[in-house]
């Protein structure tokens, strides 16, 4: 049978549920249903995705069918199946948000059982023609890779500082790769003097041995460890996508959190990044050429099938002054922001010393969004919820 999710059901659905998948059922507590996957897959005690989300007539039609949007593009090998009254016109609506099934609350067990077996073949067949089953395999770790379009737009600031705020909420538990595989500054960003770099990382004893990957990591004060960038162009342009994939796995099995700092654009490196990703951070700058990259951008890593279940949409420099919102940028890349972070004075003195903001305590009005992005991974939420959304909207 299929692993199923129910979501927003009344006891007796739920009952009906589990009969027809056989007892293999996760039911969600009741309340609104999240618009963003990442919120919804965050209440799966076991982290494993399901094969099939059931969504009952307890949620909003128009909560439900954005978030079978936002699923179809971020997590397609999960099939969704509606519950609700069916019309014409809620079918149509359905269709186009990807939702696989839409069925009546009253139907009974052996119909339920059908629909989902149809709908968990559907979600397994999308997932062998997206990606072999054997590189889908759950890692312990959780993959967060930051990617761009454009460079100058902030990547390694805030890769750095994101990795230092999970280094607070999992000391000796995460760990940074410089993935700028020929001009990474990671190292000179938190102040380090490595002994190993990226390629010693990749090639020789420490590619076959995690215990011995791990005397190859650099060890910052903070308890933070990472893997620095080459130490030359020529270096670097000989670390392959399939270095990066066996680095990214193993890191991943010893370590909570890998944060990833990629170089701009979709080099054959960072494709490899997103393909090991559990999460990406898409970053770019306020401003017109940056929010037409991002959206170029997206647009081919959903036709490449290639953004995971944890999206994260951050705009960088922002300023009242610029004469874009929030809501503008919305429109053009045709997805949510999730983060905004201020133009800061802060910042270029907190490079030029090799001190990430969140590890200097300044309260500065960019390290308070930083500690907002942490919050949205660290187990430990790092500020309290509840004024984030007031503060995103306030932006627009």
């Known amino acids: ?174 760990v940074l790769v410089d993935l700028d595989v020929q001009f990474g500054d990671v190292a000179s960003a938190l102040g380090l003097v490595p002994e190993y770099s990226l390629p010693d990382a990749v090639h020789g004893p420490a590619s076959q041995d995690t215990m011995v990957l791990k005397t190859f990591l650099t060890q910052h004060p903070s308890g933070l460890y990472a893997v620095c960038g080459a130490e030359s162009p020529a270096a670097g342009d000989g670390i392959s996508g399939d270095d990066v994939s066996r680095l990214l796995a193993s890191l991943a099995r010893e370590f909570r959190y890998v944060v990833v700092d990629t170089a701009p654009g979709l080099s054959e490196q960072t494709l490899a990044a997103l393909d090991r990703a559990t999460d990406v951070v898409m970053l770019s700058s306020m401003d017109v050429p940056g929010v037409r990259g991002l959206r170029k951008e997206l647009d081919v890593l959903r036709e490449l099938c290639m953004i995971p279940a944890g999206r994260h949409v951050v705009m960088n420099f922002a300023d009242p002054k610029g004469g874009l919102s929030v809501r503008d940028v919305e429109t053009t890349i045709g997805t949510g922001v999730d983060v905004v972070l201020p133009r800061s004075k802060a910042v270029p003195a907190s490079t030029n010393q090799g001190v990430p903001l969140l590890q200097s305590g300044r309260k500065d009005p960019m390290a308070k969004e930083l500690r907002r992005l942490v919050s949205r991974f660290a187990a430990t939420p790092l500020m309290k919820p509840g004024r984030y959304r007031a503060k995103h909207r306030a932006a627009s």
């Open 1 to 174: 049978m299929s692993r199923v999710v129910l979501a927003a059901a009344d006891e007796e659905l739920a009952l009906r549920v589990k009969h027809a998948a056989e007892g293999d059922v996760t039911v969600l507590p009741p309340g609104r249903l999240p618009a963003e996957p990442t919120r919804l897959f965050e209440q799966l005690v076991d982290g494993e995705l399901p094969d099939v989300l059931v969504i009952g007539p307890m949620a909003r039609i128009v909560e439900t069918l954005a978030l079978a949007s936002r699923l179809d593009v971020q997590a397609p090998g999960i099939s969704v199946v509606m519950i609700a009254e069916p019309t014409a016109e809620l079918w149509q609506a359905a269709m186009r948000a990807g939702v696989r099934d839409l069925l009546p609350p009253g139907l009974d067990v052996p119909d339920l059982r059908t629909a989902i077996d149809r709908a968990g073949s559907a979600a397994s067949g999308r997932r062998r023609v997206l990606r072999p089953v054997a590189e889908t395999a759950r890692y312990t770790g959780r993959v967060i890779t930051i990617a761009s379009p454009k460079g100058g737009v902030g990547k390694t600031t805030v890769s750095t500082n994101l990795a230092i705020g999970l280094t607070s909420s999992a000391p000796q538990s995460t």
